[in-house]
T-cell receptor, first 114, second 110 residues
Framework: NAGVMQNPRHLVRRRGQEARLRCSPM?????VYWYRQLPEEGLKFMVY????????ESGMPKERFSAEFPKEGPSILRIQQVVRGDSAAYFC????????????FGPGTRLTVT | QQPVQSPQAVILREGEDAVINCSSS?????VHWYRQKHGEAPVFLMI?????EQKGHEKISASFNEKKQQSSLYLTASQLSYSGTYFC???????????FGKGTKLTVNP
């Protein structure tokens, strides 16, 4: 059973460009979570999605950030007009059900903004 | 509310034991434990849901106290492969998101 897949693994963007991060959950999982991790820090929740629905986006900045999980295809986290402060590792996790169930993490996308 | 982990860091020799604590000022719905090695994804260890629950996974086990405000992770007879940063994540009653502590860095030396 393939695990959570993320791509690209590394992404370099200049300030002002757009970053698109993709996440394919584990087979059979319909719940996707995005977390951000700064160097030497813990994971910070950003957004929780189910197919075609954003359930909780309380951790996502109001501007420049958006997320989707379409009926077909991977979940996408989009960051518009990136700034240096967006440089971080972005992890997605998936679970078979929601609250109280284990979340499995993908390998992450390391975004560097130059 | 972010759970508090202690200690922040611990250094062991192979074969020694360690305890990592995760506490909150309010009752938690669940506690999730993960281990992350440098540059890698967090790896799920175990989840505890009930007050008083204890779970084991080979030489790694965890407990959740009766009031569900503290969880402890026990590593016995540590191996070199146990090195990494351990995070606890709290699920907060009905919310599917996890709020993670700042982590405990564990180093096991030969």
């Amino acid at each position: 059973n393939a695990g959570v897949m993320q791509n690209p693994r590394h992404l370099v963007r200049r300030r002002g460009q757009e970053a698109r991060l993709r996440c394919s959950p584990m087979k059979g999982h319909s719940h996707v979570y995005w977390y951000r991790q700064l160097p030497e820090e813990g994971l910070k929740f950003m957004v929780y999605l189910q197919k075609e629905n954003i359930i909780d986006e309380s951790g996502m900045p109001k501007e420049r950030f958006s997320a989707e999980f379409p009926k077909e295809g991977p979940s996408i986290l989009r960051i518009q007009q990136v700034v240096r402060g967006d440089s971080a590792a972005y992890f997605c996790a998936s679970s078979s059900q929601g609250s109280g169930y284990e979340q499995y993490f993908g390998p992450g996308t390391r975004l560097t903004v130059t | 509310q972010q759970p508090v982990q202690s200690p922040q860091a611990v250094i062991l020799r192979e074969g020694e034991d360690a305890v990592i604590n995760c506490s909150s000022s309010k009752a938690l719905y669940s506690v999730h434990w993960y281990r992350q090695k440098h540059g890698e994804a967090p790896v799920f260890l175990m989840i505890l849901l009930k007050g008083g629950e204890q779970k084991g996974h080979e030489k790694i086990s965890a407990s959740f106290n009766e009031k569900k405000q503290q969880s402890s992770l026990y590593l016995t007879a540590s191996q070199l492969s146990y090195s990494g940063t351990y995070f606890c994540g709290s699920g907060e009653g009905g919310s599917e998101k996890l709020v993670f502590g700042k982590g405990t860095k564990l180093t096991v030396n030969p």
